[in-house]
């Protein structure tokens, strides 16, 4: 049985991140990728083997394994128990699957950098923590491997370190997520309280024997759980570390900050159905937190100049999708989304990662251009994702994104607000990712040819900072394509492109709605897991008018995009330049991101920073703790001083004293008796 | 018969003269004559105590005095001679060696 082996899943990935990281550093780099890919695959294989075991009719629809008690307190017991539910499997196949094939892109991308070893040791914590994250039975387990994967991102979000702006955005993402952790750390306090347990199945048992627990205590744990799902996931209030996430290597932005990590959020808040379904109050801020995450990321994605900020916000804005599934109680088709999503941003995560591979680190759309016919491979991979993340059917993106557009307008009149703006943001979503594909592969040629001549092969993408120490390379067969300037990839790192621009065209295919004249399996394959909810999906009842009639509104939408960003960036390229001239004062706020970054500089880091420089560091620590210290030895060393004037050395002022003494000693025999007779 | 309390009123003054001359003088032979004066006066107490309880002990303590006293200033007047001897004076105040 695959249950024998489900706690090798995560322990493969953490043997190889213990062989990299302590013998790494002494390992050929030939030998450091066999290592960390070997250690990816075999947990992609066991999972496809579960996935076999569980797809088998008459399998279990939950397969579990239980160890020894781990925390064993009073009333309180909490164990090492994984459990594979199908929701699990969908995530352990996007995971591993994706997580293996971007550890295979990594192979060659970085290739020329410093600290291979160190960099795929990394990559092989993340997987581990992820993996137990998704498998955890618990509250607790899960929270260790959300924490763990929080460090992993840290780690390679500063993975660059001697570069000031990397080690600070992984600082400021640990920090963000922290806040959000907080959130979920007390979320545990009330479930241990409320129920004392934090099992998932005994917790949602609980909760499914009374019917009749609705809100109270269940939202406000719902609500905190929402706060920790913001962190990880990056909605408002605490995106704004995304963005700056990108000072990662790319491979990483694509595996931890587009495909899996930052789904974390979502998989939470669909793994807590339950919960959440008993708190209409909860699900409707998830809704609004979605959709407002998802038009405000959009908004400032269409004028960024990064091709990987363009992308970090498109992926805050599809998670704000996700949220806002969730919120309307569409699990489904937010863990849908979910799948499609890590297949083709993690797509144009990589494909970006190849361009700017071939331009030698450059990152700016503006200086490039024209890159179609260079690199052919990229653009075509890099177009299968575009049109799947746009909503082009047949592609991935489509069938998830009008799931979540359809039963966010069949679900009330929130629902309607929510998929206006959803709607909105479809059309915003097409027009920043074309804008980015014009920009990027049309048009005349930006980039100078001059740059990569010298310095390459050295570590040069991705800004990797001052360390140009060229390693030789034995298996570097493009090497000799570096002197012609812009280049290709090599086939280590197209391959997995290929892979992926196949999942994002026929990813979306396990989810085509009835009224489509599609299976929807999913749907079906995720119903053992949602069906217990108390919010019915509305698909038993789908109107195949109503569907079809919403995805011709957002195909229409999407056109729309497509067509403004065509007449912007390909036929009149000078017309977006005119038009932002033209609100100057807008076209700066939405560049400048609203100025949300400045805005908690401003209320919450400088008072914090001022408060703890006078208050905590001038007045307590300088003041109290370090003053009592100084005015102790003051003390001492001024009564010293007096008392030193004693032992002056002179014999006869000795003398002196000891006379004096013996006279005052004389005195109090002699009167004392007179003064206090016996 | 002459009371035990002129004895001790005799002791404490030469004792007083002692401490006195002691913490006043200059001279180290003189500090050292005053020293031999205090221990004098001691003596001096001791024994008219022996005679007021008519007990030889406190005659035999005067004794022992006197040799420890003996002995003392043959030491002491050797020391005396070789302070003399490497500083060509005995001027306390400018043997004051014990501060640092």
């Known amino acids: 049985m695959p249950s024998d082996y489900l706690w090798l899943i995560p322990l493969v990935p953490f043997a190889g991140f213990l062989i990299n990281g302590t013998i790494g550093r002494r390992f050929p780099r030939a030998l450091v990728s066999a290592v960390a890919l070997l250690c990816t695959a075999i947990p992609a294989i066991l999972v496809a083997w579960l996935w076999i075991t569980m797809k088998a009719p008459g399998a279990p629809e939950i397969l579990q394994i239980v160890s020894q008690p781990w925390i064993q307190i009073t009333g309180l017991t909490i164990n090492f128990a994984f459990t594979v539910d199908h929701l699990t499997l969908i995530m352990l196949g996007v995971v591993t699957g994706v997580g293996f094939l971007i550890h295979i892109y990594s192979v060659g991308y970085m290739a020329h950098e410093e600290g291979y070893w160190r960099f795929f040791a990394y990559l092989n914590l993340f997987m581990f923590f992820m993996l137990v994250l998704v498998l955890a039975d618990s509250f607790l387990l899960l929270f260790v491997g959300w924490e763990g994967v929080g460090l992993a991102s840290y780690l390679l979000v500063g993975f660059y370190f001697q570069k000031d702006s990397a080690a600070n955005a992984g600082k400021k993402a640990f920090l963000f997520n922290r806040v959000g952790d907080f959130g979920f750390l007390l979320a545990m306090f009330l479930i241990v309280r409320e129920f004392g347990s934090l099992d998932f199945s005994h917790v949602f048992n609980a909760i499914s024997v009374n019917p009749e627990w609705h809100g109270g205590v269940l939202t406000a744990i719902a609500l905190l759980l929402v706060l920790g799902a913001t962190g990880k996931s990056a909605q408002i209030p605490l995106y704004v570390w995304l963005p700056d996430a990108m000072e990662g290597p790319t491979p990483v932005s694509a595996l931890i900050h587009a495909a899996t990590m930052v789904t974390a959020g979502i998989y939470m808040v669909a793994r807590c159905h339950t919960l959440f379904d008993r708190s209409p109050y909860a699900l409707a801020v998830v809704a609004i937190i979605g959709a407002a995450t998802a038009i405000l990321a959009a908004s400032i994605g269409m004028v960024q100049h990064d091709i990987k900020r363009v992308l970090a916000y498109s992926t805050v804005s599809q998670l704000g999708y996700m949220f806002l599934a969730c919120g309307v109680g569409a699990y489904t088709a937010g863990i849908f989304h979910l799948l499609t999503h890590a297949f083709f941003k993690a797509l144009l995560f990589l494909s970006a990662g190849s361009v700017i591979h071939a331009l030698s680190g450059e990152q700016d759309m503006r200086k490039m251009g024209g890159l179609r016919k260079r690199i052919p491979i990229t653009f075509w991979t890099m177009t299968m994702g575009v049109f799947a993340i746009s909503g082009i059917p047949p592609w991935a993106g489509f069938f998830s994104k009008d799931e979540i557009l359809y039963q966010a307008f069949a679900a009330g009149s929130l629902g309607k607000f929510v998929w206006l703006i959803g709607l909105v943001t479809a059309g915003m979503t097409s027009f920043y990712m074309f804008r980015l594909w014009f920009k990027t592969f049309f048009g005349p040629e930006h980039f100078d040819e001059q740059v990569d001549l010298h310095d390459h092969g050295a570590a040069v993408h991705a800004h990797s900072g001052g360390h140009a120490v060229m390693v030789a390379d034995p298996e570097e067969d493009h090497a000799p394509h570096h002197a012609h300037g812009v280049h290709e990839s090599p086939a280590i790192m197209t391959l997995p492109l290929a892979i992926l621009a196949l999942l994002s065209v026929i990813g979306g295919w396990v989810g085509v709605p009835a009224a489509m004249f599609g299976h929807n399996e999913i749907e079906h394959f995720l119903e053992p897991v949602f069906s217990t909810g108390a919010t019915e999906a509305v698909t038993a009842s789908a109107n195949q008018g109503l569907v079809l009639g919403l995805a011709a509104a957002s195909l229409l939408v999407v056109a729309l995009g497509f067509y403004i960003a065509y007449v912007f960036y390909y036929k009149k390229p000078r017309s977006a330049a005119a038009l932002a001239a033209k609100a100057p004062a807008l076209y700066r706020l939405v560049e400048n991101k609203f100025y949300i970054d400045q805005i908690y500089t401003a209320v919450i880091v400088t008072p914090l920073l001022m408060f703890t420089r006078l208050i905590l560091g001038g007045l307590i620590d300088g003041g109290i703790i370090s003053g009592s210290g100084v005015a102790a030895g003051a003390t001492a060393s001024g009564l010293g001083a007096l008392v030193r004037k004693v032992q002056s050395g002179n014999i006869r002022s000795y003398a002196g004293w000891l006379a004096l003494g013996a006279a005052a000693v004389l005195v109090v025999m002699v009167f004392g008796r007179a003064i206090w007779p016996h | ?100």
């Open chain 2, 1 to 100: 018969m002459v009371p035990t309390s002129a004895y001790l009123i005799l002791a404490a003054v030469l004792f007083s003269i002692g401490v006195a001359a002691f913490l006043i003088k200059r001279n180290l032979i003189t500090i050292f004559m005053s020293i031999e004066l205090m221990l004098n006066a001691v003596n001096l107490t001791f024994v008219a105590f022996a005679h007021m309880w008519p007990q030889v002990s406190g005659q035999i303590f005067v004794f022992f005095v006197m040799v420890v006293a003996a002995a003392e200033a043959a030491v002491g007047l050797a020391i005396i001679i070789a302070i003399f001897r490497t500083r060509e004076t005995l001027n306390v105040d400018s043997i004051d060696l014990m501060k640092s």
